[in-house]
């Protein structure tokens, strides 16, 4: 069955970097495009950034564009969000997704809580 599960969350200061990883399994990785939702306390869900299968290209929410890098490594069926220079309002708690053929039904790990503070 499909699995993603989220880690490298935590607390990290204004201006600081993190780096997420979402491990998937139970189906074909290397043909799923994959994605980044975000969390934030009082707010409905929100799209981070994406990157597709299998050309890998990439696309990003406007709030995050220059900050936030999404890989992933086919290799070890996992996707990363690179996060830089993070502000306080990029605290929350951060989802994997994954669509995989042939079904295309959209998958959601359990994420992992991301807090920017001083």
């Known amino acids: 069955q499909v699995k993603l599960v989220e880690s490298g969350g935590g607390l990290v200061q204004p201006g600081g970097s993190l780096r997420l990883s979402c491990a998937a399994s139970g189906f074909t990785f290397s043909s799923s495009s994959m994605s980044w939702y975000r969390q934030a306390p009082g707010k409905e869900r929100e799209f981070v950034a994406r990157i597709t299968a299998p050309g890998g290209s990439t696309n990003y929410a406007e709030s995050v564009k220059g900050r936030f890098t999404i890989s992933r490594d086919n290799a070890k069926n996992t996707l990363y969000l690179q996060m830089n220079s993070l502000r306080p309002e990029d605290t929350a708690v951060y989802y994997c997704?994954?669509?995989?053929?042939?079904?295309?039904?959209?998958?959601w790990g359990q994420g992992t809580q991301v807090t920017v503070s001083s």
């Open positions: 997704t994954a669509v995989p053929p042939p079904s295309y039904r959209l998958y």
